[in-house]
């Protein structure tokens, strides 16, 4: 089964957030990373890029699939973790904590509210949910 | 959806399943690239049920597949199989397929299933009185065992040590379990290693035996990057009915001297005039992958010179690398080009498709 750990947020679209502070840290999911297979390429947004909720801000492709990355939250990209480019079965093999995609400087925190809660987003991806 | 003999089995070891060409078929075990690099470095085994086997026989079933496949059957002799092409009038590939002689005129041809219904028909409508028909391919399974490690492992299953001997497409009739079976030393990986064709029946057991020796169990997702990086055609892809063997590279299974055959000439005035467009190999330094359709460019301008036909992130490489079709200009090796992914372009160096994993 895969796994959603029950402190972080989610969006339907499977991208995850942890909030410290204003920077909310983004990445896929247990459930994606897993749907994806091997992922082979990650395109990262640079630092700087204005971001609007459901944006899209990168692209994340497995052998079988291109998959588009939607931005969960409005704000300013600070950092990518461009250094898994060359390693992103890192993605696969740890989505929730080293396969991080982006940190997010939040420009509008009230958007938290209109993210899943794990519970939500577990029944959200066990129905199948895309 | 249809299923092969082993269907159940990749359910139960919770392949993810997916609709190959109507067939119910395990695109994954473990994951592609695991799998991948299991073939190379040991041994992987593919359920390959799917494909058709037919088989013919009689006194005229020579002359008959002669007149209709590009190779020279008369060449092989028994326990000898081929690689060949079914070809159309205008000299198009219907298939590409293996022959497999079992005497002076019994043979064994197994087709690709997408094509399965369609080469049947093109057969029966070329039968004559003197050659019958037979479709084995529900009564029999077809199993792939590939990897440097694999020949030995097939000998050891089959208690014969003799198979070790057989040279490339060359095939061996036994038993297993009871049931009569076909060993031959052909795959579609750039490795060593078996396809064996056994009863229908006997398939579960000989899947659960090769499974306990250590043989990975893979999916139609590796065996494609295997054939890619092994610069493989795939019908549908490198191949198909408005397609050469003079532009695909496949002139060697392609014998104008053995006499006409069905579109010999109109390949013969390709060959004479020269194709405008030539298959080849592509690697770049990249990780995102062209996909069938992508266009290739001129390097630096926008003159589109070629298609992707298929490409993939190279298990081995670690980089992506692809075949397409290219004007025969920009066909030599160590020409650089563009590739168009999506909104971006990446440079990629011409290679011979059969040096996709070396060069």
Not at chain 2, 113 to 129: C, I, M, R, S, Y
């Amino acid at each position: 089964m895969a796994k959603v750990p029950e402190d972080l947020k989610y969006s339907k679209t499977h991208e995850w957030v942890r909030v410290n502070g204003k920077i909310a840290t983004v990445g896929i999911t247990d459930h994606a990373q897993s749907e994806l297979g091997d992922i082979v390429y990650l395109d990262l947004p640079e630092a700087g890029r204005i971001l609007k909720i459901e944006d899209q801000f990168g692209e994340v492709e497995s052998v079988k699939a291109v998959s588009e990355l939607y931005s969960p939250l409005s704000g300013e990209v600070v950092e990518s973790n461009t250094g898994i480019a060359d390693k992103t079965e890192t993605v696969n093999e740890d989505p929730f904590e080293k396969g991080w995609l982006v940190k997010i400087r939040m420009s509008d925190s009230s958007e938290l509210d209109t993210l899943l809660g794990a519970a939500e987003y577990k029944s959200f991806a066990d129905e199948g949910g895309h | 959806m249809r299923r092969t003999p082993l269907t159940s089995k990749h359910e139960s070891m919770q392949a993810r399943i997916v609709d190959y060409e109507g067939w119910s078929m395990p695109v994954m075990y473990a994951g592609i690239l695991e799998e991948a690099r299991a073939v190379r470095n040991g041994a992987g085994m593919f359920d390959i049920s799917h494909m058709g086997r037919v088989r013919f026989g009689g006194s005229g079933a020579t002359a008959f597949l002669q007149s209709l496949t590009s190779n020279d059957v008369e060449a092989l002799k028994p326990s000898e199989a081929q690689y060949s092409l079914l070809t159309n009038p205008e000299g198009g590939i219907i298939d590409d397929i293996i022959v497999y002689r079992e005497s002076e005129e019994a043979y064994l041809v197994v087709i690709n299933a997408g094509n399965a219904e369609k080469d049947k028909l093109w057969f029966k409508q070329h039968l004559t009185p003197s050659v019958n028909f037979t479709d084995l391919s529900s009564e029999t399974a077809m199993i792939a065992v590939q990897g440097p490690k694999a020949p030995e492992i097939v000998a050891d299953l089959a208690n014969f040590p003799e198979l070790l001997n057989l040279k490339r497409f060359q095939y061996f009739n036994g038993t297993i379990s009871g049931s009569s079976v076909t060993y031959c030393r052909t795959g579609y990986t750039g490795e060593d290693g078996f396809e064996i064709i056994l009863s229908a029946g006997a398939a579960e057991t000989v899947w659960d035996e090769l499974l306990k020796i250590g043989v990975t169990a893979c999916g139609l997702g590796a065996r494609d990057a295997l054939r890619i990086e092994a610069g493989y055609p795939l019908y549908g892809h490198e191949i198909d009915d408005a397609t050469s063997p003079v532009e695909a590279l496949l002139m060697w299974v392609v014998k104008l001297d053995k006499g006409p055959f069905t579109g010999s000439d109109a390949i013969e005035t390709l060959k004479k005039n020269g194709a405008p467009r030539r298959l080849v190999g592509l690697v770049s330094s990249e990780r995102i992958q062209p996909r069938q359709g992508y266009n290739i460019f001129e390097k630096g301008t926008d003159k589109q010179i070629g298609v992707i036909t298929s490409g993939v992130f190279s298990p081995t490489r670690e980089r992506s690398i692809a075949m397409g079709y290219v004007t025969t200009e920009f066909a030599a090796t160590g020409t650089i080009v563009e590739i168009a992914i999506r909104d971006k372009r990446i440079i990629a160096e011409v290679v011979p498709k059969k040096s996709l994993l070396t060069s």
